[in-house]
């Protein structure tokens, strides 16, 4: 979004994501992939460990 100044991503970059939205994503195919390390464990309360597993990095 050129008039934010945020030329967009780019592959090895990281970002924040709730945990609702990684769910939505996730029921709708496009889950993206997650640092466990960096995820907080009130993440459970939204999304199933063995799911999150999946896309791990």
Request: proline letters at 4%; charged letters at 25%.
């Given at each position: 979004?050129?008039?934010?100044?945020?030329?967009?991503?780019?592959?090895?970059?990281?970002?924040?994501?709730?945990?609702?939205?990684?769910?939505?994503?996730?029921?709708a195919g496009?889950?993206?992939?997650?640092?466990?390390?960096?995820?907080?464990?009130?993440?459970?309360?939204?999304?199933?460990?063995?799911?999150?597993?999946k896309f791990?990095?």
């Amino acid at each position: 979004m050129p008039q934010y100044g945020f030329a967009g991503l780019k592959a090895g970059d990281q970002w924040c994501l709730c945990a609702s939205r990684w769910q939505e994503a996730f029921e709708a195919g496009h889950a993206p992939r997650v640092n466990l390390r960096a995820t907080h464990v009130r993440t459970l309360e939204f999304v199933d460990l063995a799911d999150l597993e999946k896309f791990a990095v």
